[in-house]
């Protein structure tokens, strides 16, 4: 027998070497502990170069007083708005303060209500300014007069002329008044007339908020325009005289929003022509105004 394998035409099969397992390439190292003096000096050079980079852009960018831009002033100039801002020819453009711009503004300019600045590189500044609503008039201790807004504030010194066309506020008397500051009222009792009863003594602060309430509410309504004076001179009987052809009582400072409004709606109902007394006191009939056409004026 042969014992020689038969050629089939297929080399032989090899055995397969074992696969060697790949050492991990992954090589750990113990973490540096934290420098702290290392870090310090990282964080003061990126400074210094913030710093420098600063400082070099200040030197381009400065102020053109030219181009100090002015917008919303009607009561002053726009110089006198430019002039308060403090910002002046040369100034730095990017160590300018917005705040401080405004906040000088609207103490120099008592009609400023609020300022919005902006800067435009390479050197304009943009100023945006509003204006307060000056709407009414009220006398100190020694019967000078004075402009405020709804809020209080002293605006201006008026004169006969501005006296008239602006609603006066009767029945409580400032003191020590600036222009620029905040209302003060008198703690002395108003003079009530020899031919009137008594009215009960009335801290003046109070008699202040009250009729900074009635005009809050006047205002609210949009007939701030349309009102000749309010008196507070007595809380149980707030009055107004408008347009010079009603004396409206609106008895207490209760739902004087409401009182209001519900005097508005009875007017523009009434003609062009019409005029007398509202009672919106709401005591003798509740929610009900009362007109009478016998008379303008009514004790």
């Known amino acids: 027998m042969d014992n020689r394998r038969k050629n089939t035409g297929n080399p032989p099969r090899r055995k ?43 030197i381009f960018f400065k102020v053109d007083s030219t181009k100090i831009l002015v ?8 110089w006198d708005v430019a002039e308060a801002s403090g910002v002046r020819n040369g100034d730095s453009l990017l160590g300018l303060s917005k705040a401080k711009i405004g906040a000088k503004i609207c103490k120099k300019l008592p009609y400023v209500d609020s300022v919005r600045v902006g800067i435009k590189l390479p050197d304009t500044v943009h100023i945006e300014i509003k204006e307060r609503s000056v709407a009414y008039a009220a006398s100190d201790t020694m019967s000078n007069w004075w402009l405020l807004n709804a809020e209080g504030r002293i605006i201006d010194k008026a004169d006969a002329a501005a006296v008239k066309s602006h609603t006066q506020i009767l029945g409580v008397k400032l003191q020590g008044a600036m222009v620029g500051e905040q209302a003060v009222a008198s703690e002395a009792a108003p003079t009530t007339p020899t031919d009137a009863p008594a009215l009960p003594v009335v801290a003046g602060k109070v008699l202040l908020e009250n009729a900074l309430r009635l005009i ?35 008895g207490d400072n209760t739902k004087m929003d409401y009182k209001i409004a519900s005097v508005k709606a009875v007017i523009k109902k009434l003609g062009d022509y019409d005029q007398g007394y ?9 929610a009900e105004v009362l007109f009478d056409n016998s008379s303008d004026t009514k004790n």
């Open 278 to 286: 509202l009672d919106a006191s709401f005591t003798t009939h509740p």
């Open 216 to 250: 809050g509410a006047l205002e609210k309504n949009g007939v701030m325009g349309n009102v000749d004076s309010v008196d507070v001179s007595d809380l149980s009987r707030l009055t107004l005289v408008y347009e010079d052809r009603f004396q409206i009582n609106l």
């Open 71 to 78: 917008a919303g002033a009607e009561k002053y100039t726009a």
């Open 16 to 58: 397969k070497a074992p696969v060697k397992k790949k050492e991990s390439q992954i090589q750990y190292t113990p973490a540096k502990p934290f420098n702290r003096n290392r870090f310090l000096l990282r964080l003061a050079t990126a400074a210094a170069v913030v710093l420098a980079l600063f400082a070099g852009m200040s």
